[in-house]
């Protein structure tokens, strides 16, 4: 026999510390969205509409500020971030957002996409 | 005769940069909402319909720092700032961000009450 506690240590260390939904802050989700390299984060995460992994977003950036930018994006409760055995899955909380905050998700990826295609245009 | 030069430069030394509409950027104007007193100054003069002075503002925090609130606000191109006589007047600048980002100040400004309702209820 097995105890519980031998097994459950190692799958508590790999799941990561999410908001819940009632702890999730307007301020917190603006400034998530308010970098370059994360909203480039939410608008592929929205495109693809799946989960995806850290390593599939091209990043200018090196591999440790990419973790680090998709901590803010857990840590604000815009990405929910889920290990499926040892892949690291990234998918955007729609849901939780838009029960919080109706339309901001989609209004904020629209005004990311006017102004990309405005800047590439010019 | 009085040159122009000679009052011209008191008149622009009162005057303060903003940057023009094709200049705003959706991540500034992300950044400047983020803050929590920004925040509420931008849902302040929503919900006055009209410009307002700093000092009409009670907020908790000094005067330097509430000086360095509307700067952020008037640098990322949500608020315009402009001396009439001695008193510096604040208004949104609705239409820029409207024909950039159409429906994005509503929505954040929305969400926000919507988030101040639910705390104040709880």
Redesign the interface.
Known sequence: MTPASATEPAVGSRSLAHPAR?EI????V??A????VR?YIVRELAAAEAELTCSRFELPVTKSTTTHHFRVLRESGIVQQIYRGTAKMNGLRREDLEA?????LE??L???N??AD?LDAS
């Open positions: 009632d802050r307007i301020e917190s603006l400034h969205l308010s970098d370059p909203l919080l905050f109706p339309g901001l209004t904020v629209e005004a990311a006017r102004q405005r």
